[in-house]
């Protein structure tokens, strides 16, 4: 399995923006962030094929957030812009062997997560 470390999370107003970085040990065919708020399921937010970089996002960020990858460092970002209340949840990085999807017992590796806290 490929580790996974998150970072870049932290407390903003509505409107801000943050952006994530995975730090990951190796290379891994699909690379998602997932996000989790109290009480709900993990959700899929955006997932990227990494060596193409074709990208998709959940609808709920599309036109906010972007998606990225760095292959040479082995770290992806997640830009977040536009934040909202309902942004709040932890956020996974995680990453799979076989072609993308928002599937999250399909994903063999995950990162600690990390807060993103956005108050009105």
């Known amino acids: 399995q490929v580790q996974l470390v998150e970072s870049g999370g932290g407390s903003v107003q509505a409107g801000g923006s943050l952006r994530l970085s995975c730090a990951a040990s190796g290379y891994r065919y699909c690379m998602g962030w997932f996000r989790q708020a109290p009480g709900r399921e993990r959700e899929g937010v955006a997932n990227?094929?990494?060596?193409?970089?074709?990208?998709h996002y959940a609808d709920s960020v599309k036109g906010r957030f972007t998606i990225s990858r760095d292959n040479a460092k082995n770290t992806l970002y997640l830009q977040m812009n536009s934040l909202k209340p309902d942004d709040t949840a932890v956020y996974y990085c995680a990453a799979r062997s076989y072609a993308c999807d928002y599937e999250v017992r399909k994903y063999t590796s995950w990162g600690q997560g990390t807060q993103v806290t956005v108050s009105s």
């Open positions: 990227i094929y990494a060596r193409d970089g074709f990208t």
